[in-house]
Nanobody, 128 residues
Framework: VQLQASGGGLVQPGGSLRLSCTVS????????IGWFRQAPGKEREGVSC??????DYADFVRGRFTISRDNAKNTMYLQMNSLRPEDTAVYYC????????????????????????WGQGTQVTVSS
């Protein structure tokens, strides 16, 4: 099982980045997916998650970030627009079996059930 995240980097405030996470060793179709982030000195937090027709966004990214997936390519994405300095963090992709994830708590349950299904993280730095 491998989740390979990429697309991070240094961007100015107001800029955009698109993160990608390509998975191998399992089929993305059967999994709920999520993006999480962890800033220095802070706990990991859910950014955006998707299971079937349910997509959740944290309040601090709603309207600016968009999660998507291409099951045929076994890849998930996070389009990040209007980036702010407070978005600076290491961003992680994760997946958990859809059967385990309740639609009321998608990010929380992906965090709980992902196990080894975590990417290695990609650094996003928003600074002028």
């Amino acid at each position: 099982v491998q989740l390979q995240a990429s697309g991070g980097g240094l961007v100015q405030p107001g800029g955009s980045l698109r993160l990608s996470c390509t998975v191998s060793g399992f089929t993305l179709d059967d999994y709920a997916i999520g993006w999480f982030r962890q800033a220095p000195g802070k706990e990991r937090e859910g950014v955006s998650c998707n299971k079937d027709e349910t997509t959740d966004y944290a309040d601090f990214v709603r309207g600016r970030f968009t999660i998507s997936r291409d099951n045929a390519k076994n890849t998930m994405y996070l389009q990040m627009n209007s980036l702010r300095p407070e978005d600076t963090a290491v961003y992680y992709c994760a997946a958990a079996p859809s059967l385990l994830v309740r639609t009321s708590y998608v990010c929380a349950e992906i965090d709980l059930y992902a196990g080894e299904y975590w990417g290695q993280g990609t650094q996003v730095t928003v600074s002028s």
